[in-house]
């Protein structure tokens, strides 16, 4: 099964917004709402940041956000700031009783 | 605290095998599923395996085709993975991950160790 689509970097600035989507199949993102988001900041371990597409884990700062339309899902995050510069990843859980990543998203703060 | 520790990374051939150990604390592991997740250097994270609260249900990524096995011990908070015949390309950084949920396997995950690397070459 192929990974869900990402794209491989967004940047913005101090206080912007940004939005970054993942694009699955009816198998996965569009058929359930176990869409998750995921944080790594480099040598570090992944954060849970958004789950079940939008909830919130206890912790998370609310400028996270996620939604899902049909077989994309979109995580935004409002007010950048330098720390959250990190990689980000999507996952979905599928059809086939897996947990499939997207393949990730480097966030850059200018 | 949630605390997953990993063990039984290492070097190995090509064609070798190697089994991965997880201990786990700080939750009840019997009522959660559990996973483990790769990530080869520089790459992205890719789910591997997971494994029903009770052991009874076990699910596979597609891409490893019958050579990875993944098996819980509730008597010993412990996960593990067989992992045989090894190829370059499972070289990885190897995270037991604890899943988010009591009743279903592979939703999401709300705790990561800190991985075990595996390096597969001659």
């Known amino acids: 099964q192929s990974a869900l689509t990402q794209p491989a970097s967004v940047s913005g600035s101090p206080g912007q917004s940004i939005t970054i989507s993942c694009t699955g199949t009816?198998?996965?993102?569009?058929?359930?709402?176990?869409v998750s988001w995921y944080q790594q900041h480099p040598g570090k371990v992944p954060k849970l940041m958004i789950y079940?597409?939008?909830n919130r884990p206890s912790g998370v700062s609310n400028r996270f956000s996620g939604s899902k339309f049909g077989n994309a899902a979109s995580l935004t995050i409002a007010g950048l700031q330098a720390e959250d510069e990190a990689d980000y990843y999507c996952?979905?859980?599928?059809?086939?009783?897996?947990?499939?990543f997207g393949g990730g998203t480097k966030l850059t703060v200018l | 605290e949630v605390q997953l520790v990993e063990s039984g990374g290492g070097l190995v051939q090509p064609g070798g095998s190697l089994r991965l150990s997880c201990a786990a604390s700080?939750?009840?592991?019997?009522?959660?599923?559990m996973s483990w997740v790769r990530q080869a250097p520089g790459k992205g994270l890719e789910w591997v395996s997971a494994?029903?609260?009770?052991?009874?249900?076990?699910y596979y990524a597609d891409s490893l085709k019958g050579r990875f096995t993944i098996s819980r011990d509730n008597s010993k908070n412990t996960l593990y993975l067989q992992m045989n015949s090894l190829r370059a390309e499972d070289t990885a950084l190897y995270y037991c991950?604890?899943?988010?949920?009591?009743?279903?396997?592979?939703?999401?995950?709300?705790?990561w160790g800190q991985g075990t690397l595996v390096t597969v070459s001659s």
């Open positions: 991950a604890k899943d988010l949920y009591r009743g279903i396997a592979a939703t999401a995950i709300d705790y």
């Open positions: 700080g939750f009840t592991f019997s009522s959660y599923a």
């Open positions: 494994i029903s609260g009770s052991g009874g249900n076990t």
């Open positions: 009816s198998s996965d993102v569009g058929g359930y709402n176990y």
């Open positions: 079940d597409v939008n």
């Open positions: 996952s979905s859980y599928t059809s086939s009783s897996t947990l499939l």
